[in-house]
């Protein structure tokens, strides 16, 4: 799963206030030292149909700027850091020839030290990973865990979608980092234009088969500037159906639990000890190093985000001057707030007594008033540590979001 997905949903920058570093301020979450880092890689074969991520499509001859540039922005660590997590997201980090791949890890390996037990993550696509030499790369470099961009093991959708792989890759794609890479995790999309129950039933079942530790499974958005943004507009396009979607995200709801892969945040289901410890920082509230074109991180209160741009990211770097393209000092409620709002994605809900300890506010004191008109309609309930999205509320929890971001 992308950086920008396991953050989806959280701008508060409209309400944000700027606050001063007090010393008292070191103790909550958002001020102590980062166990986590994101590193973007913008690098795709193609750019599919409904993606907006960072990335460049056809520069391959960007590769080496790229990592020069890289070395230079980590170069602001000053020292060497020892993380618990490591991802590398992207853009596609899988797309990288293998000897730009290697060099892309050992250069990562001398700025990060992932802590023994740590999770050293990446994102692939299938087709990068018929390649030996690619895959032989990871292992040696200690990568324990492969995010796969299957998304469909239909061949019509995956056309539709604009992948580049079919649905007999993905299975030779597993196979190949089987005996090698422990945690193997698919990501799958619903609701895809033209998609029934029965194939998006079929697709559960086909990634069931292939036994992977982790799935992630998303509903499709059609985002501004893409293709489909292009298509609907224009009416060559349809939507599925809102019905249709939460259907398809009850059935994944029901299915993947009673098969062994137990739902643990909105998009995301693990059999037990195999949850991505990494998009956890982001659930949490922590703070985490990022790197990269579009990379957003999370220190000190404030988040920064590398310019979108590659090429601008790539140049501002080459010049010496700041690669940031927005930066944000959340205010210590707005920190609060959205601790609370990503907290919430976790199928245990939110901890009152961690909120307190870590954000410094009382959960009543960030809306009483919506916590229990949310409880009424039976999108909230209480547990005894604080409050989780019933499983309607799971189905509506972008409104519930929209609530919560404006609750006195
Ligand atoms: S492979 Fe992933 S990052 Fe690249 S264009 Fe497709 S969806 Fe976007």
Redesign the pocket.
């Known amino acids: 799963m992308?950086q920008s997905r396991a953050l989806a949903d959280t701008a508060l920058h409209s309400q944000s206030r700027v606050e001063s570093v007090s010393d008292e301020a070191g103790r909550l979450a958002a001020f102590r030292p980062p166990r986590s880092a994101y590193i973007h890689v913008p690098f795709?074969?193609?750019?599919?149909e409904?993606?907006d991520?960072t990335?460049v499509?056809g520069r391959e001859g960007l590769v080496q700027r790229y990592l020069a540039a890289l070395e230079r922005q980590l170069a602001s660590l000053r020292t060497p850091v020892e993380v618990e997590t490591l991802f590398l997201g992207?853009?596609?980090p899988s797309?990288l020839q293998a000897g730009d791949l290697a060099q892309l890890l050992s250069l990562l390996r001398h700025w990060f030290r992932v802590a023994p037990g740590g999770e050293l993550s990446v994102?692939a696509?299938p087709l990068d990973l018929l390649d030996d030499a690619r895959v032989r790369v990871l292992v040696d470099a200690g990568v324990n865990r492969i995010s796969l961009?299957a998304?469909s093991f239909v061949d019509s959708e995956l056309t539709l979608l604009?992948?580049d792989h079919r649905e007999e890759d993905i299975a030779r794609a597993v196979e190949q980092v089987r005996g090698g890479i422990p945690n193997l995790s698919l990501d799958l999309i619903f609701g895809v234009p033209g998609q029934t129950l029965g194939t998006w039933r079929r697709n559960l079942e086909r990634a069931l088969e292939l036994q992977p530790r982790h799935l992630s499974t998303y509903g499709l958005t059609i985002e501004k500037g893409t293709r489909f943004y292009s298509l609907r507009n224009a009416g060559r396009l349809s939507a599925a159906p809102e019905e249709l979607e939460a259907q398809m995200y009850e059935l994944a709801m029901d299915l993947l639990p009673a098969r062994g892969l137990l739902q643990y945040e909105l998009s995301n289901f693990a059999e037990p000890g195999w949850d991505c410890r990494h998009n956890h920082t982001y659930w949490a509230g922590q703070t985490y190093h990022g790197f990269g074109p579009g990379a957003a991180r999370y220190l000190q209160g404030t988040r920064e985000v590398g310019h979108r741009s590659t090429t601008t990211w790539l140049k501002r770097i080459e010049s010496g001057e700041d690669p940031i393209g927005f930066r944000e000092t959340l205010s210590a409620e707005d920190r609060a707030r959205e601790a609370v709002i990503l907290g919430l994605r976790r199928v245990p809900g939110i901890n009152r007594s961690e909120i307190q300890h870590d954000h410094g506010w009382d959960l009543d004191e960030l809306g009483r008033e919506t916590w229990s008109q949310l409880k009424t309609r039976g999108l909230v309930e209480t547990t005894s540590t604080g409050y989780r999205l019933t499983r309607m509320g799971r189905l509506l929890a972008d409104s519930v979001t929209v609530e919560l971001v404006g609750s006195e």
């Open positions: 992308s795709c074969r193609q750019r599919c409904y993606c991520f990335l499509v992207g853009g596609t797309h994102e696509n961009g998304q604009g992948r």
